[in-house]
C-alpha cells in the first residue's frame, strides 16, 4: 500500500523558513517522479514543484521560483521541500503526491501539512 | 499559463442521478506524442485529493466504473453515472501538457 506521510509544517514569521519532508512508503520510490501541491485554505489547488525519480529533474512555479528547493533521498524514500523567504501567500496546506506509473503527472497524494506564514 | 474553466461550479444531485461537469482549456491539451494531459480529482471533505480519471478517459485503479471521462482538444467532461452519497466533493479538473500545471477552479457536488 502507498503511504506518503509529510511533516514539517506550522507557524513561521514572514520571511522565515521551513523544510518540508515526505517519508514515501509500499512502492519503488526512485522509479517514480514526486510533487508537491498546496492547497490555502478554503481556495483550490496549486502545482507548486516537480521532480524526476533521479532527483536531477527539478520544476517549479514561477510563485515559488527562487525561494522553493525541491529534492529527494532516494536512499531513504524521502522528498523534500526547502521552503526559504516564506510569504503570507505561501500559507497552504501543502501536499506530497506520487506521479502516475508511466509519465509525471499527479497520482497518489498524501494527508497534507499546514504551513502558516504569519507574525 | 493554460486557464481550465470548469462549469458549473456547483451541483446538486439527487442519489442515482448522472452528474456531469465540463472542463474548458484555453489551449489543446492533446501533445506530439498523441496522448491528452487532461485529469480529473475528487478531493472529498476533510480529505485529501484523489486521482478518479487520467488521460481523458482512464479510470485509475480502483476508481468505479460509475465515473467516466471523455472529451478531445480543449472541451472535456466528467460523468457520474449514478451519483452515491460518497461521491459528494470537489471535482477539480487538471491540464498536464504544459508546466504550470494548472487546475480549474472546482465543482461541489453535494447530495440532494
Known amino acids: 500500500e502507498v503511504q506518503l506521510l509529510e511533516s514539517g509544517g506550522g507557524l513561521v514569521q514572514p520571511g522565515g523558513s521551513l523544510r518540508l519532508s515526505c517519508a514515501a512508503s509500499?512502492?519503488?520510490?526512485?522509479?517514480?517522479?514526486m510533487i508537491w501541491v498546496r492547497q490555502a485554505p478554503g481556495k483550490g489547488l496549486e502545482w507548486v514543484s516537480s521532480i524526476g525519480g533521479g532527483g536531477r529533474d527539478t520544476y517549479y512555479a514561477d510563485s515559488v521560483k527562487g525561494r522553493v528547493t525541491i529534492s529527494r533521498d532516494n536512499s531513504k524514500n524521502m522528498l523534500f521541500l526547502q521552503m526559504n523567504s516564506l510569504r503570507a501567500e505561501d500559507t497552504a496546506v501543502y501536499y506530497c503526491?506520487?506521479?502516475?506509473?508511466?509519465?509525471?503527472?499527479?497520482?497518489?497524494w498524501g494527508q497534507g501539512t499546514l504551513v502558516t506564514v504569519s507574525s | 499559463d493554460i486557464v481550465m474553466t470548469q462549469t458549473p461550479l456547483s451541483l446538486s444531485v439527487a442519489p442515482g442521478q448522472p452528474a456531469s461537469i465540463s472542463c474548458k482549456s484555453s489551449?489543446?491539451?492533446?501533445?506530439?506524442?498523441?496522448?491528452?494531459?487532461m485529469y480529473w480529482y475528487l478531493q472529498r471533505p476533510g480529505q485529501s485529493p484523489v486521482l478518479l480519471i487520467y488521460e481523458v478517459s482512464s479510470r485509475f485503479s480502483g476508481v468505479p466504473d460509475r465515473f467516466s471521462g471523455s472529451g478531445s482538444g480543449t472541451d472535456f467532461t466528467l460523468k457520474i453515472s449514478r451519483v452515491e452519497a460518497e461521491d459528494i466533493g470537489v471535482y477539480y479538473c487538471?491540464?498536464?501538457?504544459?508546466?504550470?500545471?494548472?487546475f480549474g477552479q472546482g465543482t461541489k457536488v453535494e447530495i440532494k
Open positions: 489551449q489543446s491539451l492533446l501533445h506530439g506524442d498523441g496522448k491528452t494531459y
Open positions: 487538471m491540464q498536464g501538457i504544459h508546466l504550470p500545471w494548472t
Open positions: 509500499g512502492f519503488t520510490f526512485n522509479n517514480y517522479a
Open positions: 503526491v506520487k506521479a502516475l506509473p508511466i509519465g509525471t503527472r499527479p497520482a497518489y
